[in-house]
T-cell receptor
């Protein structure tokens, strides 16, 4: 696609429920990142997928959080037994590793619009 | 932990130049400095990047010190729409090899 697509854009759930957040990266981008941003805070790295390599899960805050990337494209972030402190905007980003824009030399991390999760 | 440090907030008068500093004292020789900005809770968007030379594009200028341990993003004529959080990150050529770590950035507030 033309950009990184995330769904749902907004999700309100009750404490203890499971939620799934979806990210559809730019076609051909080999790397995909998930970040979490709580109100007024910076971007907190959660997990990183690169090609067929094992994902870097070092940023996941607890074992209630998991993510997968099927077929090297779409990724799903799952939060089990949600807690109120999980309320945040979850951002997905993708990048084509090893590539640079021929005009600018940049390799830009492209973000989606985010999924806003509210746990009541 | 983020490889960069930035002041948490700055004010600038509309029409003046906004100068946003960033320290990246542990940057390695083949890491680029990238700047992004985030308006409200939208995803951050790319502004500019550089390796060691000063760079300019239609949005901003980037000044990198000779030792590459710090840089300054310059918005030459700030407008109210430039109010945003600005992030400075370092990244290897061709993309990050691991989790790209963003700090808390600088919240730039443009005053009318």
């Amino acid at each position: 696609g033309a950009g990184v697509s995330q769904s749902p854009s907004n999700k309100v759930t009750e404490k203890g429920k499971d939620v799934e957040l979806r990210c559809d990266p730019i076609s051909g981008h080999t790397a995909l990142y998930w970040y979490r941003q709580s109100l007024g805070q910076g971007l907190e790295f959660l997990i990183y997928f690169q090609g067929n390599s094992a994902p870097d899960k070092s940023g996941l805050p607890s074992d209630r959080f998991s993510a997968e990337r099927t077929g090297g494209s779409v990724s799903t972030l799952t939060i089990q037994r949600t807690q109120q402190e999980d309320s945040a905007v979850y951002l997905c980003a993708s990048i084509q590793l090893g590539w640079e824009d021929p005009r600018t030399g940049a390799n830009v991390l492209t973000f989606g619009a985010g999924s806003r999760l509210t746990v009541l | 932990d983020a490889k960069t440090t930035q002041p948490p907030s700055m004010d600038c008068a509309e029409g003046r130049a906004a100068n946003l500093p960033c320290n990246h004292s542990t940057i390695s020789g083949n890491e680029y400095v990238y700047w992004y900005r985030q308006i409200h809770s939208q995803g951050p968007q790319y502004i500019i990047h550089g390796l060691k030379n000063n760079e300019t594009n239609e949005m901003a200028s980037l000044i990198i010190t000779e030792d590459r341990k710090s840089s300054t993003l310059i918005l030459p004529h700030a407008t109210l729409r430039d109010t945003a959080v600005y992030y400075c990150i370092v990244m290897y050529s061709g993309g990050g090899a691991d989790g790209l770590t963003f700090g808390k950035g600088t919240h730039l507030i443009i005053q009318p």
